[in-house]
């Protein structure tokens, strides 16, 4: 109930629409990926920048999208853009895609390490899980924070 309610809002339809475009993407190619060695990290990157990239620079993408005249989402876009009012939620978003593009560029520095000289580095590579979960865990609360805030109408910014 409290998502519906803060769906009312432009900029949590943009954050939430963002979200779950970038992780539908990140599950359905997660088997085929998850073999590409370095290039797992490169992808896994992508979708952390396409995130922050999505949310940050909302006014831009969302213009984009609504010129392109696609009847649902060129409304949706178009409202979000207008509308536009970064949130604290996103920005602590922003901090957790940040973060984990940290943790995925140290993943791929100690991988560049260990084919390329005789060190064997495996910190990131041994706390790689538990950073990526507890980031997970982050995001959720900050998701619970945005469902809170729904319920509770901080979200003002409602058409």
């Not at 901090?95 to 084919?115: K, M, T, W």
């Not at 979960?133 to 469902?147: E, G, H, I, N």
């Amino acid at each position: 109930m409290a998502f519906a309610v803060s769906l009312r809002s432009p900029n949590i339809r943009w954050l939430i629409g963002t979200l779950i475009l970038i992780k539908t993407v990140d599950i359905i190619s997660y088997e085929t990926i998850l073999h590409w060695g370095s290039g797992y990290y490169f992808i896994i990157s992508t979708f952390d920048i396409a995130g922050i990239t999505l949310i940050a620079f909302r006014q831009c993408t969302a213009g984009a999208i609504a010129r392109l005249s696609i009847p649902f989402l060129s409304q949706f876009a178009m409202s979000s853009k207008e509308k536009y009012k970064l949130t604290a939620n996103e920005v602590a978003i922003i901090g957790i895609l940040s973060l984990s593009l940290l943790v995925n560029i140290a993943s791929l520095i100690e991988r560049f390490i260990r084919h390329h000289s005789d060190l064997n580095p495996m910190v990131i590579y041994d706390l790689f899980p538990m950073l990526k979960f507890s980031l997970s865990v982050l995001m959720l609360l900050v998701l619970c924070s945005v469902a809170i805030n729904g319920a509770r109408n901080i979200y003002r910014d409602i058409t």
